[in-house]
């Protein structure tokens, strides 16, 4: 009989394609399960309230105040002061939109609504999550 010699596979190679395979199963459980919401520049928790309405708002000026007391127009920080000088260059009909911090002091808020009011602002929207 004769004998057999065993004959040893070499190993030159790595198989990719069960590591693709995962790869791409857990790609998809990724973008399955996580949620893609887009919120403001200035993270701000916003308060809830029964009888919000989304508007559509046209021509508007964003005033910001976070949960620190920072005051923010737009993307910009500004102090009391400030805030008055630059809401006092726009126009009355153009909308103020005011996006305060629940955890933010109420004095803050008072603030803002003052100034408002000394400039004879009447076009504001309060945000608030439904």
Excluded: C, W
Aim: overall charge positive; charged content about 35%; cysteine-free.
């Amino acid at each position: 009989m004769p004998k057999y010699k065993k004959q040893r596979k070499r190993f030159d190679e790595i198989n990719v394609v069960p590591f693709i395979d995962i790869m791409l199963v857990l790609l998809v459980m990724v973008l399955t399960t996580a949620t893609f919401i887009k919120q403001g520049v200035i993270p701000v928790e916003l308060p809830s309230a029964k009888a919000s309405k989304k508007e559509d708002i046209k021509k508007e000026v964003t005033v910001y105040v976070n949960n620190k007391g920072e005051l923010f127009i737009e993307k910009e920080k500004v102090d009391l002061k400030m805030l008055e000088n630059k809401l006092s260059l726009i126009s009355k009909e153009q909308t103020v939109v005011l996006k305060s911090d629940k955890e933010s002091k109420f004095q803050d808020f008072v603030s803002v609504m003052d100034i408002l009011k000394r400039l004879n602002h009447e076009q504001l929207y309060i945000v608030t999550k439904e």
